[in-house]
């Protein structure tokens, strides 16, 4: 149980472009989604909490008009990178609980490479 | 300020048992998670661990002191799949998240 499925698995795209991201909880209900970036050989570093129904809380140093993140239901939320630029490019994590103070359970993530 | 501890990074052989520490200062605590990270993929849970004491399963153990601030994962009879980052994670009084910057296992045959 607990199945997060995220999609893309990778993306290749063109600079000024953007990009959605996509990530699911498969066989649970999640209220709360958090999204992740991971650059080489650093720790995970939380972006966003994603909320069903509400606006996104972003972290300290996160441009909410750059990665907009939308939770349209309980199954559901997005990460799209707007304008995307090579510093961009990174490894982004979506991490749902099927349940309030429960472990976190991830999606497989999603390598971007802007070029 | 908030802060969680672990080594950089450890060597071991196939077969053996390495100790993987994490030491921690938060606002609360709500418990202490363990994840394995392959390289290139998502972290995946491992344990989880509340109270005072060693978590069995299976060749992994955790054991949490709550008093010391310290935690640290087994590993027993050591696989070359083994071969990880172990990043250990906090849940402070507000329930959120506090990530170690992990340990690289580096396992030897």
């Known amino acids: 149980g607990a199945v997060v499925s995220q999609h893309p698995s990778w993306v290749i795209c063109k600079s000024g472009t953007s990009v959605k991201i996509e990530c699911r909880s498969l066989?649970?209900?999640?209220?709360?989604m958090f999204w992740y970036r991971q650059f080489p050989k650093q720790s995970l570093m939380l972006m966003a909490t994603s909320n069903e129904g509400s606006k996104a809380t972003y972290e300290q140093g996160v441009e909410k008009d750059k990665f907009l993140i939308n939770h349209a239901s309980l199954t559901l939320s997005t990460l799209t990178v707007t304008s995307a630029h090579p510093e961009d490019s990174s490894f982004y994590i979506c991490?749902?609980?099927?349940?309030?103070?429960?472990?976190?359970?991830f999606g497989n993530g999603t390598r971007l490479t802007v070029t | 300020g908030q802060n969680i501890d672990q080594p950089t990074e450890m060597t071991a052989t196939e077969g053996a048992i390495v100790q993987i520490n994490c030491t921690y200062q938060t606002s609360g605590f709500n418990g202490l998670f363990w994840y394995q990270q392959h390289a290139g993929e998502a972290p995946t849970f491992l344990s989880y661990?509340?109270l005072d004491g060693l978590e069995e399963k299976g060749r992994f153990s955790s054991f949490l002191s709550r008093s010391k601030g310290y935690s640290y994962l087994l590993l027993k009879e050591l696989q070359m799949k083994d071969s990880a980052s172990y990043l250990c994670?906090?849940?402070?009084?507000?329930?959120?998240?506090?990530w170690g910057a992990g340990t690289k296992l580096i396992i030897k045959p």
């Open positions: 994670a906090v849940m402070d009084s507000n329930y959120q998240l506090i």
């Open positions: 991490s749902a609980q099927d349940r309030e103070h429960s472990p976190l359970h």
């Open positions: 066989d649970f209900q999640a209220t709360t």
């Open positions: 661990n509340v």
